[in-house]
Structures are given as C-alpha cells and as structure tokens.
C-alpha cells in the first residue's frame, strides 16, 4: 500500500538511517528524472509521495516552494533539502561518480546541458495537448513538432544510438519522461495523434532502444495509465494512487 | 566606436587568434553575468553587441534561438557557441579553475544553485515595474519584496558579508545584475521606489560591498542610464548606445 500524503497528513517516519529521502509525484515528469538517475546509479533511497493539489503542511519545511522532486540528504548535518531535477541529477553524478551520467569534460558538458534545456520549448509546446487542455492552442503540434526537428537533427549529426554515445546517459534520461508519454496522445487526442515516423525515424529508433534501458523500465507506465491520470487531473480530481494499483 | 551589430550586418571579421568570443547586450542582466565571470577571472575575450530588436541574420548560426549572452570557443574544432548564462558560468568554472568561484562540494555547489534559481521569482515580480510596463500589476513590487526576503534571510543565515563567504562567489555574482538595477526604481516610478532599509538592512550592506568589486565596477552602469534605456526601450527604440556614450 502506497501513501499519497495530502494536507492533513504528518510528517513521514522513517528510520535514521542515513538513507536519501525523495519527494516526488508519481505522474511528473521532472520527478521521473531523479527517479530515473537513482535507479540507474542503484542508489538507494526511500520513496515519499506528495499530493500536489493538496499538499502537506510540513512540506514547506522541506521544499520551502513546495516543489517535487526533492531529495533529502539524511546523511548531513540539517538533513538539507535539493530541489530542481536538473540540479539535482548534477549532484548526483558528482557524489556517486561510479557510474558517470554527464561528459567529464566541460565543454560536452556544457553542450549537453543546453541540449537538455533546448527541450523546453518542445514540453511548453506539447503540454497543453498532452494535458488535456481544451484550451490547448491550435498550432500546439505544429509548434510542439517543430522543436522536436531539433533533437531529430541532433540525433543525425551525433550519428550513435544514444545521445550519450553507445550507452544512455544524461540527454537520454532527461528527456525520456516526455517520450514515455507522447503516446498517450494517440489515446487523448480526437485525431489519434502519433509521431510521424519519417520525419522522426531516428527519434522512434531511439524510443524503442531507450525503452529497453533497466532504470527506465523500473520507473515506466505505460500510455493508458499516463491518459487516465491526465483526465483525472482535467477533471480536478488527479488519481495519484492508479499508478501503483496497476 | 562601438558596433551593436542589427539585420543588414555582415559577420564581424575578428582575427583567428584562439580568443573567446562573446556576443551579448550591454543592458542584458544575463548578459552583464557572463562579463563579471569572464572578467573576475581575468579570461581574455572579443565583445559583440547584438541589436536585439533587430537581429542579424548570421546570428544564428551561433546561437540558435537568437538568445544573448553567448560564449564562442575559437581554440576548438568547429568553433562551437555555447549559450544560457548559468551553464557559460559553471563551464568557464571548470575550464578557467584558476578563481575558483562554484563551491568545489558538490552539495554547497548544488545549494547555491539552488539559491540562484530561486533569484528567478525575485526578477519575475521586478520585471514590469523594471521595464517601465505600464501594465506591471498592482502589487509587483510587493510580490518583489516577499520573494526578494528568502535572500535577507540566507543572508543572516550564512552569516558572512558575501553570499560565497569572506569573498566573493558565484551566487554574488549571479545575481549582482539586478541589484545594480534596482536603484533606477528610484528615478522610474511614482514614488520613487527605494529597498527598504530595515527589511533588507544585510542585503544593502552586501550590494555596498560587491559595488566595489573590480569586475563589477568593470561593467557597471549606473542608475540614471538603466533608466533611460529602460524608457528607450518602452518607446520601441531601445537605445542600445547609449551606454558606450557615457
């Protein structure tokens, strides 16, 4: 039985035992992302749900904007808290180096890291879309579309399977959030929405391929699941808890 | 004489000569953070002013999105551009580790991130009132003044006269451009906006501080001329000259 804790909730109890703690929500994107560096760097950590729309009041004291995810170091003196996925995936690449997500050197470093924020403009076009948004712009798709050209261009000018190279690695696990939830739009959207396998071919190669990778398939859920969330949520009821009775 | 390139430019012919470039606006708070790391550090590098307005059609075969600040390295194959502030400044960090100005511990390096990030609320609020929008909402400023506390009080609770400690550092810098703006309020609105000096008594003393910094001093611009590009740039006419003219 998994807790979802809402506004009336008390803090978690768990064990001193010097353990990470992540807050996250289960349906988030970003949160997948720290879920998605843990895993794949076998780091291990305890898992608090948060409910967004209802939030705890002892969160605050945690994440003092309220934000998932965020990692608790139990470990420290103050027992500090981390916030913003991208931050939050640098610290880990540096603390648990076994397995090195993000480039050594500074300049594919830097390279990679405005990659990953060049996706911005394709979730800020596709979001409202993928959110069910009646109000969702009529360009969305054209412009969500669009941004992508960029990544399937990047993908042909790097010439590997993964961004990363010949192993996954950071591009590859902060962008995938949203490609396990592009096919939710052929279930939500009126015209069946898919991405046209022409002109991303290299993109849906690397979707299969990603797909396979542990650390995702330990985080995945599949399209329905992410299309019922997404119509909960629209209707000001989001079912937090159908994730882990699947 | 100083060239801000605009649409009818042709590409600045500079020597091959392995020197950073930079292409930047010298009213760009953003732009202004990438200078105070380059000069901090004493790293050689050409200037290139882009007219935002009007911006020229070479541009973006070094920055994409057309987006200021943005680093060239000319020393490397295909002379790539790096763009956003925050990655320019941690990569010229790891390249030019001379001055150190991150954290070198990967949690107070992700701590002061974070607390960079959280500067983003502070200019979101000032923005409007900031650039003369005659539509700012009402309560702008107050909205400015909460999100503007959390700094007060890191301040105290750090307790030392720069963010970074004893000296100088990287959350100082970072979030100096603004706090070299603010006092134009004072000359822009009604009432002659200043930072309330009991409510922000440690922030006033820090910005008295970091004025005298030798990069800082090195791209400061002063009340009266924020103003008036401020008031420029509301007319449609942003005159980017104007600082070169003083």
């Known amino acids: 039985?998994?807790?979802?804790?809402?506004?009336?909730?008390?803090?978690?109890?768990?064990?001193?035992?010097?353990?990470?703690?992540?807050?996250?929500?289960?349906?988030?994107?970003?949160?997948?992302?720290?879920?998605?560096?843990?895993?794949?760097?076998?780091?291990?950590?305890?898992k608090i749900y948060i409910d967004l729309i209802d939030k705890p009041e002892w969160y605050k004291d945690y994440s003092p904007l309220g934000k998932v995810p965020a990692l608790q170091l139990t470990d420290v003196k103050d027992q500090p808290t981390l916030v913003e996925s991208m931050i939050i995936a640098e610290f880990l690449d540096e603390q648990y180096p076994e397995l090195r997500l993000f480039p050594s050197d500074p300049l594919h470093k830097a390279q990679d890291k405005i990659l990953i924020e060049?996706?911005?403009?394709?979730?800020?076009?596709?979001?409202?879309?993928?959110?069910?948004n009646a109000n969702a712009p009529k360009d969305a798709l054209t412009n969500f579309e669009t941004a992508l050209d960029a990544f399937e261009q990047e993908l042909a000018k790097r010439g590997t399977p993964y961004f990363a190279?010949?192993?996954?690695?950071?591009?590859?696990?902060?962008?995938?959030?949203?490609?396990?939830?592009?096919?939710?739009?052929?279930?939500?959207?009126?015209?069946?929405?898919?991405?046209?396998?022409?002109?991303?071919?290299?993109l849906l190669k690397w979707r299969d391929l990603v797909a396979q990778d542990e650390a995702v398939r330990k985080t995945a859920l599949d399209a329905q699941l992410h299309a019922d969330f997404q119509g909960s949520k629209r209707l000001g009821k989001p079912q937090y808890d159908i994730a882990f009775k699947a």
């Open 118 to 132: 060049r996706f911005a403009p394709v979730v800020n076009a596709v979001y409202p879309v993928l959110t069910c």
């Open 1 to 46: 039985m998994i807790n979802i804790l809402s506004k009336s909730s008390t803090k978690p109890q768990l064990p001193e035992d010097g353990v990470l703690r992540v807050y996250s929500m289960r349906f988030c994107p970003f949160s997948q992302r720290v879920h998605l560096i843990l895993d794949a760097k076998k780091i291990p950590h305890h």
């Open 165 to 202: 190279g010949q192993t996954i690695g950071i591009v590859d696990y902060m962008i995938w959030p949203w490609f396990e939830r592009f096919p939710s739009l052929k279930l939500t959207t009126e015209h069946k929405y898919e991405l046209d396998a022409k002109r991303f071919g290299l």
